[in-house]
């Protein structure tokens, strides 16, 4: 498969945790890298590979993988975390065509 | 600090070449450690990769445009360039250029990207 699902929103209360998942065949096989993109700006990338956060990135944002999903878990959120968030890895057809995933839109409530 | 700024023609007519240039400043395209991409989102919708370029100038294209997308290099000025023939309507979008790293063969990130340029596709 050379697709990425996402759910299109969630929701989360101020100060309580989310987790925002992808899933994708690809994902058996290759680590997922997740961005967050605020209206009008760049994506910024938050979390990628096995466990690394670029320099930057609060500690509240984390990643895992399981078999065809990975997860970004946001865990004390913010009100400026509300944001896209987007997943990225390669498809599964061995040609390392880069696929995104359809994004999630988080709601701080 | 490495910076990412694209440039080029904000109105393209439909059927005509859509041309952009990415220029980076603080860090060289030629080293071997990260690849150069472009990406797209048209208004509210999702990301799409274009293709990227390596710093030996190997490329590689997203299948869907693949007969439509050349990515070249210039560099003596730093910079990248995308070239989308046979524009339409449905290839208005913001266009990103980014670098790519990546660890292992097994996950790849785009650590820095440009602001974006919006490319309006109308006659």
């Known amino acids: 498969s050379s697709e990425l699902t996402q759910d299109p929103a969630v929701s989360v209360a101020l100060g309580q945790t989310v987790r925002i998942t992808c899933q994708g065949d690809s994902l058996r096989n290759y680590y997922a890298s997740w961005y967050q993109q605020r209206p009008g700006q760049a994506p910024v990338l938050v979390f990628y590979?096995?466990?690394n956060r670029p320099s930057g990135i609060p500690d509240r944002f984390s990643g895992s993988s399981s078999g065809s999903t990975a997860s970004l878990t946001i865990t004390g959120a913010q009100a400026e975390d509300e944001a896209d968030y987007y997943c990225?890895?390669?498809?599964?057809?061995?040609?390392?065509?880069?696929?995104f995933g359809g994004g999630t839109k988080v709601t701080v409530l | 600090q490495v910076q990412l700024q694209e440039s080029g023609p904000g109105l393209v007519k439909p059927s005509q070449t859509l041309s952009l240039t990415c220029t980076v400043s603080?860090?060289?395209?030629?080293?071997?450690?990260?690849?150069w991409s472009w990406i797209r989102q048209p208004a509210g919708k999702g990301l799409e990769w274009l293709g990227r370029m390596f710093s030996n100038g190997r490329t590689e294209y997203n299948p869907s445009l693949k007969s439509r997308v050349t990515i070249s290099q210039d560099a003596s000025k730093n910079q990248f360039s995308l070239r989308l023939t046979s524009v339409s309507a449905a290839d208005t979008a913001v266009y990103y250029c980014a670098r790519e790293g990546q660890e292992s063969g097994i996950y790849w990130y785009f650590d820095l990207w440009g602001r974006g340029t919006l490319v309006t596709v109308s006659s």
């Open positions: 590979g096995y466990s």
């Open positions: 990225n890895s390669r498809d599964s057809s061995g040609n390392h065509v880069v696929i």
């Open positions: 603080g860090g060289s395209i030629s080293s071997g450690n990260y690849y």
